[in-house]
């Protein structure tokens, strides 16, 4: 399988919403980095985990090495936060990162 | 702090033309990373660079792509003889360490017709 499995592909948000998108990883990944890519293709740094639990504003993502999986969690969605949302995975004898295939995230007014 | 900045924004080729992209990281920045993204998909690493030197090139195409930094701070990524396949945007990214976190450009879309 994937090495960096993400979900969903896709997901659509009324503006106030919560909801969480998810990263499973086939082995274990040394840390993990969460971008955001805007309308423009720029890719923007959410967060990097080497472990457990990291919460900027309206996100908060964890990083369980061990259970090999990432979670990204948004709060209160507004429109800007539309985008598609990466997870990227630093593998533990390459030291480079895998990415996700991205959720695609449109928020509702 | 200026970020990661990438040269030029948008090429389109014909098929079997030549075409080099230019990255400046941010100051400070040991290491490089470009990346290939197609279409709806994630970027995919193509090479990167511990200052001058190439760490990871096993996933560039090496008959006719190519990538060079010379003095461990800019970068030059070169195809040579494009195809359509390789339309896609082309990202550089730099960090400050191997395990550090990577701040990525504003991408080169590239379109060979």
């Known amino acids: 399988g994937m090495p960096v499995e993400q979900n969903p592909p896709a997901l659509s948000l009324y503006e106030g919403a919560d909801s969480g998108l998810r990263c499973n990883f086939s082995?274990?990944?040394?840390?993990v980095q969460w971008f955001q890519q805007n309308h423009r293709g720029r890719l923007i740094t959410l967060f990097y985990?080497?472990?457990g639990t990291k919460e900027n504003g309206r996100l908060k993502s964890t990083f369980n090495s061990k259970e090999r999986y990432s979670t990204l969690h948004i709060k209160d969605a507004q429109l800007e936060d539309s985008g598609t949302y990466f997870c990227a995975a630093e593998t533990s004898s390459g030291q480079k990162l895998v990415f996700g295939q991205g959720t695609i995230l449109k928020v509702y007014l | 702090e200026a970020g990661v900045t990438q040269s030029p924004r948008y090429a389109v080729l014909q098929e079997g033309q030549a075409v080099s992209f230019w990255c400046d990281p941010i100051s400070g920045h040991d290491t490089l990373y470009w990346y290939q993204q197609p279409r709806d998909q994630g970027p995919q690493l193509l090479v990167y660079?511990?200052?001058?030197?190439?760490?990871?090139n096993s996933q560039l195409p090496s008959d006719r792509f190519s990538a060079v930094r010379p003095k461990g701070t800019n970068s030059t990524l070169k195809i040579q003889s494009a195809k359509q396949g390789d339309t896609a945007t082309y990202l550089c990214?730099?960090?400050?360490?191997?395990?550090?976190?990577?701040?990525f450009g504003p991408g080169t879309r590239l379109l060979v017709l």
């Open positions: 990214a730099s960090s400050r360490g191997l395990q550090d976190t990577q701040y």
């Open positions: 660079f511990r200052d001058e030197a190439v760490i990871d």
């Open positions: 082995t274990t990944m040394k840390s």
């Open positions: 985990l080497a472990q």
